[in-house]
């Protein structure tokens, strides 16, 4: 990689699920199946409601709906689900993810991938990017507090051993950019299955496609300003 030369961000932080891999509907196809095999139901609008929470909230919610196994059980399962889908149909990035990830790689920024999602799944993911992708990663099960807090966010930047006000993180959900706003990160909203407006991102984009490290550089320039101001 080639060493920064803009004056911007040390680091990106990304979530993963419907941020950089468009791997929501993977989960939904999981989670119906399993609800309706203990004799329940489970709508696309309660699926939505999940979308950035921990696994093992979302756990406790199967449970309520009849799955009667436990939480470390119900995680496992549908991480096995999504794992299986993933190796089934590779990995279904999300418009614009992997060329703009890949455009910051060469850049020379430092990234990490900060998700909810068990660390062996980011780590296959992560494995099957054609790329060196990620020089951190935390899954949901390496951090005692779970977005919206914004320790899943201070983690990454520790591990990359850069300060949380010189990084930029990259959302689809409530939850999660609650998290990342917390932290004090820089943050852009890219929506996928549900709305960010009136969330508090940086920047709303429509999507990563098209996307570049100027841009990236602009967006934490004018937010380092609004910080001083």
Same mark, same amino acid.
């Given at each position: 990689?080639?060493?920064?030369?803009?004056?911007?961000?040390?680091?990106?932080?990304?979530?993963? @699920?419907?941020? !950089?891999?468009? #791997?929501?509907? %993977?989960?939904? &196809? *999981?989670? #119906?199946?399993?609800?309706?095999?203990?004799?329940?139901?489970?709508?696309?609008?309660? *699926?939505?409601?999940?979308?950035?929470?921990?696994?093992?909230?979302?756990?406790?919610?199967?449970?309520?709906?009849? =799955?009667?196994?436990?939480?470390?059980?119900?995680?496992?399962?549908?991480?096995?689900?999504?794992?299986?889908?993933?190796?089934?149909?590779?990995?279904? %990035?999300?418009?614009?993810?992997?060329?703009? !990830?890949?455009?910051?790689?060469?850049?020379?920024?430092?990234?990490?991938?900060? #998700?909810?999602?068990?660390?062996?799944?980011?780590?296959?993911?992560?494995?099957?990017?054609?790329?060196?992708?990620?020089? &951190?990663?935390?899954?949901?099960? @390496? =951090?005692?507090?779970?977005?919206?807090?914004?320790?899943? %966010?201070? &983690?990454? *930047?520790? *591990? !990359?051993?850069?300060?949380? @006000?010189?990084?930029?993180?990259?959302?689809?959900?409530? #939850?999660?950019?609650?998290?990342?706003?917390?932290?004090?990160?820089?943050?852009?909203?890219?929506?996928?299955?549900?709305?960010?407006?009136? =969330?508090?991102?940086?920047?709303?984009?429509?999507?990563?496609?098209?996307?570049?490290?100027?841009?990236?550089?602009?967006?934490?320039?004018?937010?380092?300003?609004? &910080?001083?101001?």
């Amino acid at each position: 990689m080639t060493s920064l030369h803009n004056p911007g961000p040390k680091a990106v932080l990304w979530d993963m @699920d419907g941020t !950089l891999v468009d #791997t929501e509907p %993977y989960w939904i &196809a *999981a989670e #119906t199946p399993l609800v309706e095999s203990f004799g329940g139901t489970w709508t696309h609008e309660d *699926a939505l409601q999940l979308v950035g929470n921990d696994l093992e909230s979302s756990a406790r919610i199967f449970q309520r709906h009849g =799955v009667d196994m436990g939480v470390e059980e119900i995680v496992e399962h549908l991480t096995d689900r999504v794992l299986a889908q993933i190796a089934e149909q590779g990995v279904p %990035y999300r418009p614009g993810a992997r060329d703009f !990830l890949l455009s910051l790689r060469e850049a020379g920024y430092r990234t990490a991938l900060v #998700t909810m999602s068990r660390h062996r799944m980011a780590e296959r993911i992560a494995g099957l990017i054609d790329f060196d992708a990620f020089d &951190a990663i935390l899954g949901g099960d @390496d =951090v005692a507090r779970p977005k919206p807090h914004p320790e899943p %966010y201070l &983690a990454g *930047a520790r *591990a !990359l051993g850069v300060d949380i @006000d010189d990084c930029v993180a990259i959302e689809d959900s409530p #939850t999660g950019l609650t998290a990342a706003i917390a932290s004090g990160a820089a943050t852009i909203g890219v929506p996928s299955l549900v709305a960010l407006g009136g =969330v508090g991102a940086t920047q709303l984009w429509d999507s990563l496609e098209g996307r570049s490290v100027d841009d990236l550089v602009a967006l934490w320039q004018g937010h380092r300003a609004e &910080a001083r101001a």
